[in-house]
């Protein structure tokens, strides 16, 4: 890893590249992976200004993205999608409440099971909060034509599995470390 201008942080150049060969820009002359690095960091950095902006932490801001997406999730299902334990969602959800963005309600087909739904009164606020990212956004997309948006979107809707399937396997691995090392510490008795 190494740090870039910005202070992002980057793979090593000459591996980014093997994934994605290393070419100059036309616009800018800059190589590709710096661009596409300083794109991630920005779309990070807007993640977490706006959780900050809606007074959420990043998790919470994640989580109330999953669950006015779908209408609303039962807690299982929220703790799986975020990765949380089932007791740091019940915290997460009760956070969420108090700060009124979210409620649980029974599912209606299954009284024991609770679906999480978020409150349609609160989310304008978060409108407010995404209303800057959604103008920019549009402004720069305004300046492609419809065939290189379609050629955007369809990277979109490729990107994002490829990132969840990238975030299942840290985990994977971040769970199996921990075991090891869980392992490797003498016994207590």
């Not at 093997?18 to 300083?38: K, L, N, T, W, Y």
């Not at 920005?42 to 993640?47: E, F, I, M, N």
């Not at 990765?83 to 009124?100: F, N, P, S, V």
């Amino acid at each position: 890893m190494q740090i870039l201008n910005e202070g992002s942080i980057c793979m090593r150049a000459d591996k980014f590249s093997e994934v994605i060969p290393a070419m100059a820009s036309p616009a800018s002359g800059e190589d590709e992976h710096v661009i596409f690095r300083q794109y991630l960091d920005a779309v990070g950095l807007q993640g977490l200004a706006s959780a900050e902006a809606a007074g959420l932490h990043t998790s919470e801001w994640y989580a109330l993205s999953l669950i006015a997406f779908h209408g609303g999730l039962a807690s299982g299902e929220l703790a799986a999608r975020t990765g949380l334990t089932t007791g740091a969602t019940t915290r997460l959800i009760d956070r969420l409440e108090k700060a009124g963005f979210a409620r649980r309600a029974a599912d209606a087909h299954d009284r024991r099971r609770v679906i999480v739904e978020p409150v349609p009164d609160a989310l304008g606020r978060i409108e407010e909060v995404v209303g800057p990212a959604r103008r920019h956004l549009a402004e720069v997309l305004a300046h492609y034509t419809p065939e290189q948006r379609a050629l955007l979107f369809d990277y979109f809707a490729r990107a994002a599995p490829a990132f969840r399937a990238a975030t299942e396997e840290i985990r994977a691995g971040t769970t199996a470390r921990r075991s090891r090392e869980r392992n490797a510490r003498p016994s207590r008795k």
